[in-house]
């Protein structure tokens, strides 16, 4: 163990200590809380089975499991520890693929030597730890779910992926007997050590520590935002690592509205049987957003304020008309949504101000959702544009709309004059196109490389169209929109 009173006076006092287990050893130390637990792992620990490949989160080959304890068990994530602060690893345990070693091949490192599925090797370890990872999800989680989703954030410039995929199919045969970490161990996939992590991780959890002090310069939340923004500074700077304040996740409905605490992930909201609720498709929305091991990660809040004018669920949030809720100390207040963004990450918000959790407002009866994102790739790519609308009809009549736009403005935009065209109006294709000049003079995109101005103007009427066409087919059709050649 790393004990802080083996470290000299200064590093002692400089930062809070982070206890975690690293794979079977117990750790604390006093590094800078925003150090890459990438770094951490090949300069400190010198464990370089976890390789450095884009430093962007975009090609897996760093990938770690992160098990949090979550009652008697422990949930284990993988995600990119190239884009994760060593300060959230507190009370948490660490695997990387030095961790999944015993004494024979695990069932997941056989199936690629089975498959042929590694050549230069670069990224099999990153890969081996995401399909172990999928053997210890639980059953529910697997739901509609396969190994081959979990290589969704891996990259091979080698195999050609065939053989990949068909080593996680056998990982996937293999899942099929193996439920929970006392049949795993038993059935040799996993290392003995696991079955004693959740004791270890409940006595950590015990160890009072003291949280950072004063005001920080940055607040860090998944973190898969601001790496890519201020990777030099945050290590020269105060952070603050908002997952080391209780109450900032989960999600429950109360009072008409869903309660998301601002440090839930893509994941979590996306899974959560009350999201699903709410937003009955949102597990097909989710799978065009990042990779599994991103939005382990990426958190709700962190999409709100990185106010980027793509940002996917802001887009979702901003049709909902969502209000957010901020704290900064004592002091509380709710704002919508919808006048949050005053300029090009210009925010109707204080530095000192958290959002702590935002409160969707739980549809009316007959309230219809839609999403919509056009990319250069379907999957794991930032959108050109995005759009997502909210929709009520009464005898075919708007009696309630919400339309957001996003990629066509310097902020993720709340279409106000299209909806307020569209109300108390009967769907139709006449009365969609009459939508279209109105549209068309509340955005202002510009041209970048995700497309032309131009393209983006055509793609917002083409996504309109997509939003009334899919909620409405018995009302309106795609070829109603277009001349026959
Ligand atoms: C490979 C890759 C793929 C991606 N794909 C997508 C995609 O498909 N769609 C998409 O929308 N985004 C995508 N992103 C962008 C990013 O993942 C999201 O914007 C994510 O929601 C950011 O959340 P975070 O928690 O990681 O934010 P962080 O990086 O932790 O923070 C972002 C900013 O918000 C501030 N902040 C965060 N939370 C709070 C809070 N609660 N209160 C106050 N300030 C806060 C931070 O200080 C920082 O300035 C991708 C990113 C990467 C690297
Ligand atoms: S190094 Fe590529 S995802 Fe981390
Ligand atoms: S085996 Fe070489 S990158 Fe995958």
Redesign the pocket.
């Known amino acids: 163990m790393n004990c802080p009173l083996q470290m000299g006076y200064k590093e002692y006092h400089m930062h809070p200590e982070i206890h975690f287990l690293l794979n079977d050893r117990e750790m604390c130390v006093s590094e800078h809380p925003a150090m890459l637990v990438l770094d951490y792992l090949r300069n400190r620990e010198r464990l370089m089975g976890t390789k450095e490949g884009c430093r ?3 090609c897996g080959a760093c990938a770690v499991l992160v098990g949090e304890l979550s009652g008697e068990r422990v949930v284990y994530k993988s995600v990119t520890s190239c ?1 994760t602060p060593l300060g959230v690893l507190h009370g948490k345990h660490l695997v990387t693929i030095e961790g999944l070693n015993m004494p024979h091949l695990s069932p997941v490192q056989q199936a690629i030597v089975d498959e042929g599925a590694t050549q230069c090797g670069f990224c099999t370890p990153g890969i081996v730890v995401s399909l172990t990872g999928y053997l210890m999800e639980d059953h529910r989680a697997l739901m509609g779910d396969g190994a081959k989703k979990h290589l969704s954030g891996h990259l091979c410039r080698c195999t050609g992926y065939r053989s990949i995929k068909q080593a996680a199919d056998q990982v996937e045969k293999a899942a099929d007997n193996n439920r929970g970490m006392g049949l795993l161990v038993a059935s040799k996939m996993l290392p003995g050590y696991f079955l004693e992590i959740p004791a270890r991780l409940r006595r950590i959890s015990e160890i009072n520590v003291s949280n950072e002090e004063g005001s920080p310069d ?11 923004q201020k990777d030099d500074l945050l290590t020269e700077s105060r952070v603050g690592i ?1 997952s080391r304040r209780p109450g ?1 996740k989960g999600i429950r409905r109360k009072d008409g509205y869903l309660y998301v605490g ?2 839930t992930t ?1 994941e979590e909201f996306a899974r959560h049987t009350e999201t699903i609720k709410v937003i009955p498709h949102i597990g097909e929305y989710i799978s ?4 599994l091991q ?1 939005r382990n ?7 709100i ?2 106010a ?1 004018p ?5 887009i979702l949030l901003l049709a909902l008309e969502s209000l957010l809720v901020f704290k900064d100390g004592e002091k509380s207040r709710t704002a919508p949504i919808t006048s949050f963004y005053k300029g090009y990450k210009q925010l109707d918000k204080t530095p000192s ?4 959790e935002i409160l969707i407002p739980e549809p009316a009866s007959g309230v219809l959702i839609n999403f919509e994102k056009v990319s250069k790739r379907k999957f ?4 050109s544009v995005n759009s997502a609308m909210r929709v009520r009809c009464e005898d075919g009549v708007i009696r309630e709309i919400g339309l957001a736009m996003g990629g066509v403005a310097p902020v993720p935009l709340f279409l106000k004059a299209t909806c307020q065209y569209f109300l108390g109006k009967q769907v139709s294709r006449e009365v969609i196109e009459g939508a279209f000049p109105i549209l068309q003079n509340e955005i202002s995109p510009i041209g970048d490389i995700r497309g032309s101005a131009d393209y983006k103007r055509l793609l917002a009427r083409q996504l309109c169209i997509a939003h009334f066409t899919k909620i409405f087919p018995e009302r309106v059709k795609v070829r109603d929109f277009y001349e026959p050649c």
Request: zero cysteines.
């Open positions: 962007e989160g975009d884009l940055f607040f860090i939340a998944g973190g898969t935002d601001i790496y890519l908002l900032m601002a440090l893509f065009q957003i990042a990779s991103m990660r990426a958190t709700v809040g962190g999409n304020i990185n980027s793509i940002g996917d669920i802001t101000e958290i959002l702590w794991l790519d930032v959108a």
